[in-house]
């Protein structure tokens, strides 16, 4: 079993639809989770960070982490054309200094 | 954000040759570097981490001798595919982090890699 798994899509939406990207995990240790968005033939950026448990909201983007059930999410309002990319989730213990455990990566296209 | 500047962005070599690839923080010192390989519609796989100054360190099934990686100054990482084959082909993107225990790793913008 791999440590993050990430459905990879594709997924297909609506301009102004909201959307939902998930991650499961099978390590309880991790603590940091990142959410990361790559555009094609590009390196990933930094979206979203959350430490432990809870909700963190960014414009458009909430990150939510539920660690009792091992599971994160990534919610897009209003999404738009320009979110169209792959969306990757990351996550690392506290003890391992930057190491980053990725998700498969969901491609996304939002259609207008 | 930080930049993390890849060097160059896409790559052609011939079998059996070598290839340099250069990662560089530009506006910050980066202790820590890591290096991927991301092939098509596949997550990042970690390659190896290295630390200014130090050997790097190799993640499991990666070749040292085949994937040479150079981490000489505070801003400067380098990783050379020796002798490089097709299967070799692939994405190829580093990330550096501004000081220990930072959370936040900022990626180059990668390397695609192609041997012919």
């Known amino acids: 079993q791999k440590e993050v798994e990430q459905d990879p899509g594709p997924l297909s939406v609506p301009e102004g639809a909201i959307v939902s990207l998930n991650c499961t995990y099978s390590n309880s240790a991790f603590q940091y989770f990142m959410w990361y968005r790559q555009y094609s033939r590009k390196g990933p950026e930094l979206l979203m960070y959350?430490?432990?448990?809870g909700n963190k909201e960014d414009g458009r983007f909430t990150a939510q982490v539920d660690k009792s059930s091992k599971y994160i999410s990534l919610f897009i309002r209003d999404s738009q054309p320009s979110d169209s990319a792959t969306y990757l989730c990351?996550?690392?213990?506290?003890?391992?200094?930057?190491?980053?455990?990725f998700g498969r990566g969901t491609q996304l296209t939002v259609w207008p | 954000g930080a930049v993390v500047s890849q060097h160059p962005s896409w790559v052609i070599c011939k079998s059996g040759t070598s290839v340099k690839i250069e990662c560089r923080s530009l506006?910050?010192?980066?202790?820590?570097m890591f290096w991927y390989r991301q092939f098509p519609k596949q997550s990042l796989m970690l390659m190896a981490t290295?630390?200014?100054?130090?050997?790097?360190?190799?993640e499991q099934g990666v070749e040292k001798d085949k994937f040479l990686i150079n981490h000489a100054s505070l801003t400067l990482s380098t990783l050379t595919v020796t002798s490089a084959h097709p299967e070799d082909s692939s994405f190829y993107i580093c990330?550096?982090?501004?000081?220990?225990?930072?959370?936040?790793?900022?990626f180059g913008q990668g390397t695609r890699l192609t041997v012919v």
């Open positions: 990351a996550m690392r213990r506290g003890s391992t200094l930057g190491r980053l455990y």
């Open positions: 990330s550096a982090l501004e000081n220990k225990g930072s959370t936040e790793a900022f």
């Open positions: 290295s630390n200014e100054g130090s050997k790097a360190t190799y």
């Open positions: 506006d910050f010192q980066a202790t820590t």
């Open positions: 959350t430490y432990s448990s």
